[in-house]
């Protein structure tokens, strides 16, 4: 299938247990955050998405925290399975600026070892 | 079913060889973009369209052009197709702005 990073950093979680998967985002003016799962062979999958006036949103075995002092953004899976395997991207906007773009992280490669 | 379809998937052309990939969503969206994504690189924006006959610039649109004639169809064009260009490209589409973006499955392009 088709390369999606040669050399993304990547976290081994043994399967049962919570995965924290973090990102740093780059333009203080950004006030919308998502998440993306792309497994291999696909085009990435919305998880879940943040606006700037929240700093925590759950959804089903996940939550996202965003900490805009030091613009940070995490992703928290719970009882991580092995169909949690793949790279997990963030991506940042903005609502109000324009140039209406996500731009998206590295990525970070998630292996569950069962 | 709601999605996004683009085709083809796999493509092989040679350098200067005009190509269309095109893009199609079923879910009356507003808003659509083209990425490429190149190992080390991530994902970057090509072009996005608000809507119909409103297309702008993203942050890699050299070398490529898009249309929206049709709110559903959002085709990207390779005029003169270059080595550069080999690439992952993904059409994206959301209800407008700011929602959930739904990506296509993707189109693996190689110029020879």
């Known amino acids: 299938g088709e390369s999606v990073g040669l050399h993304l950093p990547t976290l081994s979680v043994q399967e049962g247990d919570n995965s924290i998967i973090n990102c740093a985002y780059s333009n203080s003016a950004s006030d919308y955050f998502i998440w993306y799962k792309q497994e291999s062979g696909k085009g990435p999958q919305f998880i879940i998405d943040i606006r700037s006036n929240m700093d925590k949103r759950q959804g089903q075995r996940v939550t996202v925290l965003l900490n805009k002092t030091v613009k940070h953004l995490s992703l928290q899976i719970a009882a991580t399975q092995p169909g949690d395997s793949a790279v997990y991207f963030c991506a940042e906007g903005s609502l109000k600026a324009a140039g209406n773009k996500l731009t998206f992280g590295g990525g970070t490669r998630v292996l569950v070892k069962p | 079913e709601a999605q996004v379809t683009q085709n083809p998937r796999y493509l092989i052309t040679v350098t200067g060889k005009k190509l269309t990939v095109t893009c199609s969503q079923n879910m009356n969206h507003e808003y659509m973009s083209w990425y490429r994504q190149d190992p080390g690189l991530g994902l970057r924006q090509i072009y996005y369209?608000?809507?119909?006959?409103?297309?702008d610039k993203g942050d890699v649109p050299e070398g490529y052009k898009v249309s929206r004639k049709e709110k559903r169809n959002f085709p990207l064009i390779l005029e003169s197709p270059s080595p550069n260009q080999t690439s992952l490209y993904f059409c994206a589409s959301s209800r407008v702005w700011g929602e959930k973006l739904f990506f296509g499955s993707g189109t693996q392009l190689s110029v020879l």
């Open positions: 369209s608000m809507n119909v006959e409103v297309t």
